[in-house]
């Protein structure tokens, strides 16, 4: 029994150590499986991420290229309208084949131009997806979304499929009626062409887009970097606001030139049946630059609704570049921090002086009126040196109340990072003077323990060699 019992308990015994050395290794097993399945997934998100950012970069390239022919089939779609509409002006005669192949450039342009933006959207909805993690593309599909998109369709869509008419122009019914000339009735006709040419120009909203993907902040990583860390979100107000800090007569002089051509042409357009006050171009150039400088001497007015409303906006533009031009101006008259505290410091200089003079005037009439009291002679020279000493003290007191103006002015203009300069540089003292009085004390420490020891071996050195003179000692 005894045998078959210990038999027993060393069979129990081998196969607990088997079952131990299996669990073992099929830990072992799980843990190697666990970390390469651990290892696959961080090289497979390693890899998806490398590839996002692949991706990424290439449909914003995408989108830089779909936005400059964009911007580029929008402007040749208002050239063509241009050049339409002059033809039609100046010689409505015109043949019937070079007009029909005008308009179908411009429809073709919008065509072009359409497709364009619809591409160019498209780019945006997959860069989307990229940004937030592969998530499903009709998340991005938001009602703000779908709204820029219809309105920037519909605004590009504007074009005059008819032909302008020249007030005046007969046609025979044997020749081919031209394009400048509709069989509908003349005023609504012009008033939609008129209108659609005009509404054309509305295009130029994707002169901002370009130039925020063509910009330098968006270009450079570093400026994407900082201005992620800083909450800092890179849309067209503040590119705007780097062009104009950086080249601000530059960007302004575009600006003006451009708009004020622009609504030159504009007028004109509206001011077609008033060809004799305000249809000329030179004279639409006198009237749109008088209106942007506020000036309006009267000599000249628009007659047209479409005219009138140009010279409106054209007005609140004008208040609104001379307000920015009066403010690059003042900040290229300002003077810079060095030349401040420069001008600050010779006028505290000269402050200075001038109140060491009035304080030897004030001592001086002291003097001479206590002179005239202690001859007690003319009452008139008595009362002329207590006005001058009054006279002195009020300069003085005036050169003091000067001076701690200026000196509070000067100290409103301290330099914030000079000040954090010296902080750190006081705060870097502190902390050597910290390290170095610590070293202090620890070697102080050191040496009270050494003089400790010192005094015990000294102490038990005397004990021992009393205790040998004299054994009775303990």
């Known amino acids: 029994m005894e045998m078959t019992n210990r038999s027993l308990h060393g069979d129990l015994k081998v196969d607990c150590v088997n079952c131990d050395g299996l669990n073992n290794r099929k830990s072992n097993d799980l843990a190697e499986v666990s970390v390469s399945l651990t290892g696959k997934r961080t090289a497979l998100m390693e890899g998806d991420n490398l590839y996002r950012l692949r991706d990424r970069k290439l ?64 780019k945006d909805i997959r860069l989307f997806v990229i940004d937030h993690n592969q998530v499903d593309w009709r998340i991005a599909m938001t009602s703000h979304r779908i709204l820029a998109i ?29 394009l400048c000339v509709s069989n509908q009735p003349v005023v609504l006709t012009m008033d939609i062409d008129l209108l659609l040419s005009v509404l054309m120009f509305l295009r130029l909203y994707l002169v901002h887009r370009a130039i925020l993907l063509h910009s330098k902040v968006l270009l450079s990583a570093s400026y994407r970097s900082i201005g992620s860390l800083n909450n800092i979100n890179f849309t067209f107000r503040f590119v705007l606001k780097v062009l104009l800090n950086e080249y601000p007569a530059r960007t302004l002089l575009v600006f003006i030139l451009f708009f004020w051509l622009t609504a030159s042409w504009m007028l004109t357009l509206c001011e077609r049946g008033n060809e004799e006050v305000t249809g000329h171009m030179n004279t639409a150039l006198w009237l749109i630059a008088i209106t942007f400088l506020t000036v309006g001497y009267g000599d000249v007015a628009p007659k047209s609704s479409c005219g009138k409303a140009v010279c409106l906006f054209t007005g609140v533009m004008g208040v609104a570049c001379t307000a ?35 304080a030897a005037n004030v001592l001086r009439e002291c003097w001479l009126l206590h002179r005239a009291n202690l001859a007690k002679g003319n009452r008139g020279e008595h009362r002329r ?13 005036n050169l003091r109340l000067k001076q701690r103006k200026l000196r509070d002015y000067v100290s409103e203009m301290v330099d914030l990072p000079k000040m954090q300069m010296i902080m750190c540089d006081l705060s870097a003292n502190w902390n050597n003077s910290y390290r170095e009085l610590e070293q202090r004390i620890l070697s102080m420490e050191q040496k009270l ?16 060699v009393l205790r040998h003179r004299n054994p009775d000692i303990r």
Not at 151 to 175: A, D, F, K, W
Not at 387 to 394: D, K, M, V, Y
Not at 452 to 464: D, G, V
């Open 59 to 122: 449909l914003v390239e995408q989108k830089k290229r779909l936005c400059a022919l964009s911007l580029g089939a929008a402007m040749l779609g208002i050239l063509l309208m241009i050049i339409n509409a002059e033809i039609c002006r100046y010689d409505p005669d015109s043949r019937y084949t070079v007009l029909l192949i005008i308009n179908s450039s411009i429809s073709l342009s919008t065509g072009c131009l359409l497709a364009l933006i619809i591409a160019f959207h498209y």
């Open 150 to 178: 219809s309105l920037e369709m519909l605004v590009c869509v504007i074009h005059p499929v008819g032909s302008y008419r020249e007030i005046g122009h007969n046609v025979t019914s044997s020749s081919p009626a031209p």
């Open 324 to 358: 920015m031009l009066v403010a690059v101006v003042n900040k290229t008259l300002a003077l810079n921090k060095g030349e401040k505290h420069v001008h600050f410091f010779m006028l505290d200089i000269q402050i200075s002086k001038r109140i060491r003079h009035a």
């Open 385 to 397: 040196h207590q006005r001058g000493l009054l006279e002195a003290i009020r300069v003085f007191r």
């Open 449 to 464: 323990d050494e003089l400790s020891r010192c005094f015990q071996q000294t102490s038990e050195l005397l004990f021992h």
